[in-house]
């Protein structure tokens, strides 16, 4: 099982906004060298973010994409599912009733969610800060 770059780009950009001074925003070039992506490429993954109402864009030459939520709201999962969607990560190749196999995996798959969703990324976000300051130090 792997998630897609999108996702993982996601993320870091997620965190990097989060650990931004309350109502500042930053631009997606800003976003993309920091990642060292084209502009272009992340503006893709910034509208699924937008659509998710997980962030929010100001246009204009100051604007820039800012976090929308209350910051702990925001889990793994919800920009996961901004990303990837939330299909099922298992379909099983033969349709019957009672599958044992899908069983299993839907249970490991719900047990995955479960903990992606109790993971808050403000949590990421105040250690990236720390080791920010400590590295300016």
């Keep these: 099982m792997r998630y897609?770059?999108?996702?993982?780009?996601?993320?870091?950009?997620?965190?990097?906004?989060?650990?931004?001074?309350?109502?500042?925003?930053?631009?997606?070039?800003?976003?993309?060298?920091?990642?060292?992506?084209?502009?272009?490429?992340?503006?893709?993954?910034?509208?699924?973010?937008?659509?998710?109402?997980?962030?929010?864009s100001t246009p204009g030459a100051k604007g820039g994409y800012k976090v929308s939520r209350t910051k702990h709201e925001i889990s793994f999962l919800d920009v996961i599912h901004a990303i990837e969607g939330d299909t099922s990560l298992f379909d099983c190749s033969i349709h019957h009733e009672g599958c044992l196999i899908e069983n299993v995996m839907r249970q490991a798959e719900e047990n995955m969610k479960d903990e992606l969703e109790s993971k808050l990324l403000i949590d990421i976000a105040k250690e990236a800060g720390i080791q920010q300051t400590e590295e300016k130090n």
């Design 4 to 56: 897609s770059n999108a996702t993982n780009y996601a993320l870091h950009t997620m965190v990097h906004l989060m650990v931004q001074r309350a109502g500042s925003s930053v631009g997606v070039k800003e976003l993309a060298e920091m990642q060292q992506l084209s502009p272009t490429y992340l503006s893709k993954i910034l509208t699924k973010l937008t659509k998710a109402s997980l962030i929010e």
